[in-house]
């Protein structure tokens, strides 16, 4: 699968941004889908999963109740809604699919998309 992330851009802190992830192939519905981001000289973390029909999400705790992972298996596209945007969630965001369970670490996930910066200022 070749994903494709968009949607990033300059933001207020407080404010909103939606990314979007969309992934090429027939077999879209069948992965376990993901968001990362890697801030500057920082690790790359796991920000959110959702597994094949949507109805089983996970959350980091530094974006539990701030963001919302969704994917329309219809459009093979998945979707990460953030509201109340911090400056430390500034970061380059980035999708990614598996084809196991939702895991939190990096290696579990053999397909990614390029990367879209967010960038939240004061």
């Known amino acids: 699968v070749q994903l494709q992330a968009s949607g990033g851009g300059l933001v207020q802190a407080g404010g909103s941004l939606r990314l979007s992830c969309a992934a090429s192939?027939?077999?879209?519905?069948?992965?376990?889908m993901a968001w990362f981001r890697q801030a500057p000289g920082m690790e790359r973390e796991f920000v959110a999963g959702?597994?094949?029909?949507?109805?089983?999400?996970y959350y980091s705790d530094s974006v539990k109740g701030r963001f919302t992972i969704s994917r329309d298996n219809a459009k093979n596209t998945v979707y990460l809604q953030m509201n109340s945007l911090k400056l430390e969630d500034t970061a380059v965001y980035y999708c990614?699919?598996?084809?196991?369970?939702?895991?939190?670490?990096?290696?579990?996930?053999?397909?990614w998309g390029q990367g879209t910066q967010v960038t939240v200022s004061s």
């Open positions: 192939g027939r077999t879209f519905s069948t992965y376990t």
């Open positions: 959702i597994n094949w029909s949507g109805g089983s999400t």
């Open positions: 990614a699919a598996s084809t196991g369970r939702i895991r939190t670490t990096k290696a579990a996930y053999g397909f």
